[in-house]
Nanobody, 121 residues
Framework: QVRLVESGGGLVPPGGSLRLSCEAS????????MGWYRQAPEKQRELVAT???????DYADSVKGRFTITRDNAKNAVYLQMNSLKPEDMAVYYC???????????????WGQGTQVTVSS
């Protein structure tokens, strides 16, 4: 049983910062790529940032230069530091990870429950 647990969402004024955290736990053999997606009301879920097992990163153009994705392989954790937040960043943020389970099953994508980020004055 693999679970991803997120934390760090909340209310922040424009220009502020938040740091999201996500830790995978359970019967994990290895964690491959990890990432963050977000979904605003009446919009499709969109990729925010990804990070590979060797720490190669990629970002959506809309967040490049403002957000930083990192990971801690020892903790099976991924983080998203969000700076200079804009109202357009308001969304539910979901972490995801591609994981090889300990039972020898195939590589599969897992998702967190989502955490709300509200950017408002």
């Amino acid at each position: 049983q693999v679970r991803l647990v997120e934390s760090g969402g909340g209310l922040v004024p424009p220009g502020g910062s938040l740091r999201l955290s996500c830790e995978a736990s359970g019967s994990i053999f290895s964690v491959n790529a990890m990432g963050w997606y977000r979904q605003a009301p009446e919009k499709q879920r969109e990729l925010v940032a990804t990070i590979t097992s060797i720490h190669t990163t990629d970002y959506a153009d809309s967040v490049k230069g403002r957000f930083t994705i990192t990971r801690d392989n020892a903790k099976n954790a991924v983080y998203l530091q969000m700076n200079s937040l804009k109202p357009e960043d308001m969304a539910v943020y979901y972490c995801t990870a591609s994981i090889w389970p300990s039972d020898g099953g195939p590589l599969e994508d897992y998702w967190g429950q989502g955490t709300q980020v509200t950017v408002s004055s």
